[in-house]
């Protein structure tokens, strides 16, 4: 399971540093949310299909900058700060088979 | 503006047709709504950020298949309805500038 | 078979147009194996994996715009041009298929 | 410059391993090249365009994988075998910055 809390430990800043990330984080994620209801309202007043086009196009690039954002995160801290080799191994196989699925887009 | 209401006015059959399709969509981006709000408890619950990553994944694909959808219809209601050939001819402007933004995602 | 110089045959300007765009197109093609055959050249001289990921990324890019050029040229030629309805419905289909294949790379 | 030759000194076998690696991506390669080749060919005989369409996605989709291999190779080796900390969160750098330019196509 291996909880985001366990992964920053390892990190220089215990008092700032995961928790700014996490907020900022849960920011973005609201902000998607927020986008994907705006969304909702454009195809129910019936606007022009090109704009709520536009606007898919715009919550796709937001949540390509939240995985990378997440995948920076777990390559600084997962992967360079796992305890020895094999773990290191394990951990990059995962990443990189996560960098191929948002590759092919899920 | 051109509501998605008028666009389909030349649709083959008027009972359903748009509606359906309409229902469909609010239906799929209630459910990315939905994927997102989970993807913010991930967040919350400081899952693994790997798990988070295919989860946004997810949520990509399924933007992808709204986006796809509504291409389509653009393809076979506004530029293949439109009057006459210059007003097609800017409709499939329109639509070929959406792919290529969403190509690069945003 | 369709050959693209009959779906050219409706364009407006029989002297130029498509075998410019023809021309345009092989000029490119052309450019992106040659870049295909610098990338073997970089992993030949053992260049630093980032140098030659970068070049991939520059060959994706470039093929892109030779699909959207494609897309492009389909859609307001074949589609555009088709004879009738029926013919224009399928020809829409077809596009939207190979857009949604493109999305997904193939 | 680091060399891929010096990349691969820290792998556990240094007999095979990479140049079986260099000689499989030459492959690849190769056989990209030659796909381009041919979808030149189309162009010139005129093919339909679905049909170079569908080519360049395939071409795309082998450039994909060798994108991944290439990161996977720079990931196991680059940054797990960096000399120290700060070479390792460097390399990581550059490699999420190769991500990043690949997600969005050159």
């Given at each position: 399971m291996l909880p985001l809390a366990i992964m920053h430990a390892?990190?220089?800043?215990?008092?700032?540093g995961y928790s700014a990330t996490k907020d900022q984080l849960q920011g973005r994620l609201r902000r998607i949310e927020g986008q994907v209801r705006g969304i909702e309202r454009m195809v129910d007043e019936e606007r022009y299909c090109i704009d709520v086009l536009t606007q898919i196009g715009a919550v796709q690039a937001a949540l390509d900058k939240v995985a990378l954002g997440l995948l920076d995160d777990h390559a600084h801290h997962c992967v360079i700060g796992a305890e020895d080799l094999t773990e290191r191994e394990a951990k990059t196989d995962e990443l990189m088979a996560s960098v191929a699925r948002l590759m092919r887009r899920g």
């Open positions: 390892a990190q220089a800043t215990p008092t700032r």
